[in-house]
Nanobody
Framework: QVQLVEFGGGLVQPGGSLRLSCAAS????????MGWYRQAPGKQRELVAA???????NYADSVKGRFTISRDNAKNTVYLQMNSLKPEDTAVYYC?????????WGQGTQVTVSS
């Protein structure tokens, strides 16, 4: 069983930055992949960024060049650095962990980009 807790959401003005953190209750060293998804009101949940155990990363086209995902295995934490935020980035952001057996999800953290 893996528990994931997200931190760092909030209200930010357009063009601003936020860093989300996802703390896992177990070592993430051997977790196949960890990622960040988001879900805006009335829309489906979508992949934002993911990082594999080997360090390979994948980003949604809408966030490339603005967001950076990273993992700190020593702290069992995955981060999402979000720069140049836009109103369309407003959503609930969820962390997930992909193992060979099951996918785990955090409870989500709200990010609101508004002036």
């Amino acid at each position: 069983q893996v528990q994931l807790v997200e931190f760092g959401g909030g209200l930010v003005q357009p063009g601003g930055s936020l860093r989300l953190s996802c703390a896992a209750s177990v070592s993430i060293f051997s977790i196949n992949a960890m990622g960040w998804y988001r879900q805006a009101p009335g829309k489906q949940r979508e992949l934002v960024a993911a990082v594999t155990s080997g360090g390979s990363t994948n980003y949604a086209d809408s966030v490339k060049g603005r967001f950076t995902i990273s993992r700190d295995n020593a702290k069992n934490t995955v981060y999402l650095q979000m720069n140049s935020l836009k109103p369309e980035d407003t959503a609930v952001y969820y962390c997930n962990a992909v193992t060979t057996i099951v996918v785990y999800w955090g409870q989500g953290t709200q990010v609101t980009v508004s002036s």
